[in-house]
């Protein structure tokens, strides 16, 4: 009797082999875009990860992340410029209401998506409205005769409908505002519509740089549910008054009096009276009488 050949054992599979589990509190999300990124730097890679799991307001500076972890300073800012060059960090500096410069960090968790939503919608082809039913034209009326030495007035020209210069840096201004607060995000159909409220601000005679720090100071911690009718409040209610034209002319004073000159009868001096007489120096003072007449 021939023996049992046994079969080879099954062949164990390489590569990494996952045990995943449910997390049910304590865990942040993370996009494959940023998890396996080509361009990025595994301390970058890193570093996103950490930061986006911060809550807000939390201090994300390069002294206060090398004293978290065992990278220097110097790997840990490398690190922050490759997440600022790929769009998923942005740092600014404000100043605060005391005068003090600050610096403003925002993180973005998932850039793809928002490059995607700035982009221009396409319209859609508008289909060609159905022609009305030609209706017969009425009699022409008799054109007024002209004289001979009147010439008709030529057409005036038809100008093309052109977006404001304030209105369209108006609508940059708004679209812009996300990179403050990522909570500010506007749809182009609202930045189009918040746009003539704040070009009133640019034409009253703020910079683009002082209508942003007032539209995003003081924002609230909460949830910002509806960015459009908050920037709407703070674009109708905070309006600064328009300063008075310095070029506008002011109103001219009464014209002045001159008297003709006079020669004083005791002195001879030359001054200036409406009547003959003595000048101040030679004039008699005052009696009691010529005061109360007076």
């Not at 206060?64 to 690190?79: C, K, M, N, S, T």
């Not at 014209?255 to 009276?273: I, K, N, Q």
Request: proline residues 16%; hydrophobic residues 35%.
């Amino acid at each position: 009797m021939a023996d049992q050949q046994l079969s080879a054992p099954a062949r164990v599979p390489s590569g990494i082999r996952h045990v995943n589990h449910d997390h049910r509190r304590g865990y942040v999300k993370i996009g494959n875009h940023l998890a396996q990124h080509r361009r990025l730097s595994l301390a970058a890679i890193g570093l996103a990860t950490h930061i986006q799991s911060l809550p807000t307001g939390s201090k994300v500076t390069i002294k206060d992340l090398a004293e978290r972890f065992p990278e220097g300073e110097v790997r840990i800012a490398a690190a922050l410029r490759e997440l600022e060059r790929y769009g998923y960090l942005a740092r600014f500096q404000e100043r605060l209401p005391t005068g003090r410069v600050v610096t403003c960090t925002v993180s973005y968790n998932n850039p793809p998506a928002m490059a995607e939503a700035t982009r221009e919608p396409r319209m859609p082809p508008q289909r060609p409205e159905p022609k009305p039913a030609p209706q017969p034209d009425p009699d022409p009326e008799p054109e007024p005769e002209c004289e001979p030495e009147c010439d008709p007035a030529p057409p005036a020209p038809v100008s093309e409908p052109v977006a404001p210069e304030a209105e369209s840096e108006a609508r940059e201004l708004l679209a812009r505002l996300r990179l403050r607060d990522p909570r500010l995000l506007l749809s182009e159909r609202d930045t189009v519509r918040l746009a003539p409220a704040a070009a009133e601000w640019l034409e009253r005679g703020l910079t683009p740089s002082a209508v942003t720090a007032t539209l995003t100071r003081s924002l609230p911690t909460a949830p910002i549910h509806s960015p459009a009718a908050l920037l709407a409040h703070r674009l109708r209610e905070l309006l600064p008054p328009r300063l008075p034209d310095p070029r506008s002319p002011h109103p001219a004073g009464p014209d002045r009096t001159v008297h003709p000159l006079r020669t004083c009868d005791g002195c001879e001096r030359a001054f200036r009276s409406p009547t003959p007489g003595h000048c101040h120096s030679c004039a008699p003072p005052p009696t009691p009488r010529t005061a109360a007449a007076a």
